[in-house]
């Protein structure tokens, strides 16, 4: 059974869409060379046709980049709009934030992988982009959150393009 996410990526003009969005991931902080409107677009077509384990995959290596002081950061911030919008938040450590995120990228793919299981979409709800609608301002106003949905989409694509060069 061919994958969803190969699909999604097909040929032509949107396969190149999406190499040109993860080349311009690979340049600079992964917060920078894309709109919001983009990262979000990208994010939510990629999360949607994802396994589960490539989904894990593709957020572990993308938290990689992240600095452990930036990826602490960013649990805190997810953990905060999780709240603020009563959302489950798996806390493996009961104090508020596991303090694995900092050095343990795959402790924070492993948590946002589980919450889209749980609640697909819900990322990218909490993050700035649910509503849908104009006028709320909040769409993607931390940059470590462009930088996680923006790396999530981004190392999704280059998985599935390195895994069908390498067919």
């Known amino acids: 059974m061919q994958n969803l996410l190969q699909n999604l990526l097909g040929g032509g003009p949107q396969r190149q ?13 992964p917060s920078e060379g894309y709109s919001d409107q983009e990262v979000l677009q990208r994010y939510q077509q ?11 995959d593709a ?7 992240l600095s452990p002081q930036e990826r602490r950061q960013f649990g805190q911030y997810l953990q905060q709009r999780a709240q603020q919008q009563n959302v489950n938040f798996p806390d ?10 900092e050095q343990d990228p795959r402790a924070l793919a492993q948590t946002t992988s589980r919450m889209e299981q749980q609640q697909p979409g819900v990322l990218g709800q909490l993050l700035g982009g649910g509503g849908g609608g104009t006028g709320g301002g909040n769409l993607l106003d931390n940059p470590l959150a462009k930088a996680a949905l923006a790396g999530i989409a981004a190392m999704a694509v280059k998985n599935v393009l390195g895994n069908q060069r390498a067919a």
Do not use: C, K, T
Not at 94 to 101: E, T, V, Y
């Open 92 to 101: 493996l450590n009961q104090d508020g934030i596991d303090d694995r995120f």
């Open 46 to 56: 990629v999360a949607a046709s994802s396994s589960p384990q490539q989904y894990q």
């Open 59 to 65: 957020a572990e290596q993308a938290f990689a980049r």
């Open 17 to 29: 869409q999406y190499q040109d969005f993860a080349q311009r991931y690979d340049q600079g902080h």
